[in-house]
Structures are given as structure tokens and as C-alpha cells.
């Protein structure tokens, strides 16, 4: 477990706001401390922009991790590369920081071999649905009981600002100064359309939801799909904005039936996007599979093999 300090981070600022702004940092990075979410965080600072939404969505899976009280040897976070691939780098627990668009195979299989650890994928739009895009069927209709969180820019981040698989056509980017030509991917409706046993939204404009949602879907039994539009404010000014996503978003409606798959795609089809959960079952894990495999072949070995 690691933590900041706060009585040492704050006086090592240099003072260039005056006394009155020193104490103020001073009692927000004690109160930060007081929330036990440094628990959750590394040493390391994050090297993000300043600005990026990948800060809100940071905020609200360490808040859901603290509510949980998961226990932070009992935690696993893996990545491919990306700006939200760094993120490992940036929490507690066990991290990895694995092959570009290989995480939910790796996330799967430090599951599969250590059932008892909360483990979790998380990654950018341009990995998850690009190069690492044929794993996600896999995964999903295997129900691994994993928590995938794709961070949806919209933009490859980290390579500086070309089309991704979320980019909306016609958006002027690196790779297309003409206007992308591509009609874009939509993560819900493959979420729903793949066999997730969890699919949910929120925004990175609205940490307290990604931490209501986090929460439910940590403790979903089976594979859990989280979805979060989040603005790169440094390579995208059109498409995602903090103004567009308070704006723009709902809470997903009351009515809904979240075990309903067919009601779940018509919400992840609409133009409206929408927070929260749209689709949940129960249904048999892989690790289930795995165990009454091994039992089997274990009475089948106590029987002489008959
Ligand atoms: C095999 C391979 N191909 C391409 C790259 C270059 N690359 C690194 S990150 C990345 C995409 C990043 O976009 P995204 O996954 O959306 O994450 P973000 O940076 O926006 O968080 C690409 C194309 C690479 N590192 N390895
Ligand atoms: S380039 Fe974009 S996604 Fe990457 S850290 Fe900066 S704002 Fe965030």
C-alpha cells in the first residue's frame, strides 16, 4: 500500500499563490488522505494531461475500490498500451502493463489461475476495439468474471490524434485531415450483441456514477462491460466535450428491464446516450466451468479412468 503525504507534498509547493491557497491545498490533500483512496494509488503521479478525463474516471474506480474495501493484494489491473493503458501504472495492487490489445486474454487468464483476486481490464477505444477488437467477443460470451473498463475517447490519445474505431465520420483528425471516412463502432451495442453479462455507461464528467456503476459491476458475478465517454482534450475540440457529456447524457430510465437483451439494444441503438446499467444475468461463469471440469476429471481418476 502507498500514500502521499500530504503535509510533505504541501510544503514542498512552491508558494505561488499565496498562504491562504497553501492551506487550502493543505486541507484538501488531508481530506484526500482521510478518504483512504491513496490506499489504491501508486507512488507514481499520473502523467496525463492535465484536463483529461481520464482523471474523473480514475476518481470514481478508486471510490468504488474504497467502498468495496477490496483489499489491495487482492487486486489486478491490466492494460494494453494507450493513454488508458497507463493507468496501472498509477494504482495499487498488482498491475500490468501488458501487449498492445492483449489484456482481456491476460486478464482472463490471472483470473482463471487466481480466482480469489478482483481482477480488471481497462484500456483505450483504439485498442479494445481495433487491435485487441477479436478478443472481446471471446471474452464475453465466455462470462470470465473479470470488469473490462474501455475508456472511449474517441482518438488514439497516446499516438497523437488519428481516427480510432469510435471516431464519428467525417471528423477531421491525423490520419484523415479530409474528414474520417469510416462509420463508427458503437461498444453497447457489441456489448449487448456479444453475450456480456453486464453492460453499463457513464462519463467522465461524472465520477460519483462511474463509481455507483464500478461498484455493481465489480460485484457482477461474470463478465462486466463499462463503457466510459470521456474527453481528450488535447487531440479532440469537436466530438467530446465536459459541456457536451453534462449536457448531453441521461440516467438510463427507470422503466428499463436490465435483464432484458433486446431492450438493452434498442437503448445502446438511440441516439440518446444514457448512464448506467442496461443490461445484467446471472448465468454460469468460465471459473464455474473450470471447477466442475476439474472435479469431473478428478472422479474420473479416482474411478481408474471409467
Ligand atoms: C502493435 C502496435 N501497434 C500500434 C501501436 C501504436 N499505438 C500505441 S497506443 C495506440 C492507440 C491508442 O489509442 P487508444 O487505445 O484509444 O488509447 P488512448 O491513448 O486514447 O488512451 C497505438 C495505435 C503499438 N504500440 N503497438
Ligand atoms: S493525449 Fe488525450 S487521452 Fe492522452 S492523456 Fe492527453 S488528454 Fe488524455
New binding site residues.
Partial sequence: MSGHSPSDSSSDRPSDGGPQLDQKVARDLAAVSRSGLLDYRSEALP???A????YGIALGITQALAAMEVEIHNLAVVSGI???GRFPFFMGGYGLHAVHGRALPIASGIKIARPELTVMAVG?DGVGLGIGAGHLPHTMRRNVDITYVL?D?G?Y??T??QSSPTTPTGQITGTHPYGNPDQPLDPLVLGVAYGASSVAAAHAADPEKIKEILLRSLRHPGFSFVVIQ???????RVNISYEKLRQGWKPVPSDHLVTDRNAAMALAMGEQRYAGVYFEERRPTYQDYDQATARKAKEQAGSGGK
Avoid at 51 to 54: K, L
Avoid at 230 to 236: E, K, R
Fill in positions: 502523467t496525463w494531461c484536463g483529461c478525463g481520464y494507450g493513454c488508458a483505450g475508456f475517447n482518438i490519445g497516446l497523437k490524434g470521456t474527453p481528450c482534450i488535447t487531440f479532440d
